[in-house]
């Protein structure tokens, strides 16, 4: 089962900075906060990835908590390309295996 | 480098028959993860291998699912027997090691429809 929780549904207008929260209050130590979206049923995106410092790349930024139970993905000036189902996944891995596990994610609509 | 590549994309079998998808990891891959999302639903685990090797099966339906990653050559996801539930959009992807911090790579997905 997943082990983040997301609110299911957002909205951004286009232009403006879009914060997608996520929960994670039972991460452990060793294991890495991951985002991926998918556009409209193609193939889930990879967008970034922290341990507990935040992080940020072309795409996006991510700022994780001190306690790092939450986290938040921000994509700075959200276009109407961004509307996709955004997935918040901790790693899991038990003895090599690294699979990640998706939730049901947030359903972002970025709006003219 | 040219991506995970899943084909066919679109794949159409009648009840009773078998199903096979193929996935070419990225170049330097030696990972591979098969998920299956249902329409409207969120993406399954399905199995995890590496080159010749079952490293994690667990989301893998007991009967008429299988799959491998030779040495050479795509990984197959076989489907035996097919029924209309089985329908849905089956995923590859594939990851350079599962040591460390790695993202995995998606291909587009073979979208199986049974009739």
């Known amino acids: 089962d997943a082990k983040t929780t997301q609110p299911t549904s957002m909205d951004c207008a286009e232009g403006r900075a879009a914060n997608l929260p996520c929960n994670h209050s039972t991460i452990s130590g060793n294991e890495y906060v991951y985002w991926y979206r998918q556009i409209h049923s193609q193939g889930p995106q990879y967008i970034i990835h922290?341990?507990?410092n935040n992080e940020t790349n072309e795409m996006a930024s991510l700022i994780i908590t001190e306690d790092r139970k939450s986290s938040t993905l921000i994509l700075p000036h959200a276009t109407l390309r961004d509307t996709a189902v955004y997935y918040c996944?901790?790693?899991?891995?038990?003895?090599?295996?690294?699979?990640?596990?998706f939730g049901k994610g947030t359903k972002l609509t970025v709006n003219p | 480098n040219a991506g995970v590549m899943q084909n066919p994309r679109h794949l159409v079998r009648r009840r009773g028959q078998e199903a096979r998808l193929r996935c070419s990891p990225m170049?330097?891959?030696?990972?591979v993860y098969w998920y299956r999302q249902l329409p409207e639903e969120g993406l399954k685990f399905m199995v995890y291998?590496?080159?010749?090797?079952?490293?994690?099966e667990s989301g893998m339906p007991k009967e008429r699912f299988s799959a491998e990653f030779p040495k050479e050559g795509p990984s197959i996801l076989r489907i035996q027997q097919v029924v209309r539930g089985d329908s849905a959009a089956y995923f590859c992807a594939s990851s350079p090691s599962a040591g460390g911090v790695t993202e995995a790579f998606f291909g587009q997905g073979t979208r199986l429809t049974v009739v």
């Open positions: 922290g341990l507990k």
């Open positions: 291998l590496q080159k010749e090797n079952i490293i994690d």
């Open positions: 996944i901790v790693r899991v891995g038990m003895g090599g295996s690294e699979k990640l596990v």
């Open positions: 170049k330097g891959h030696s990972h």
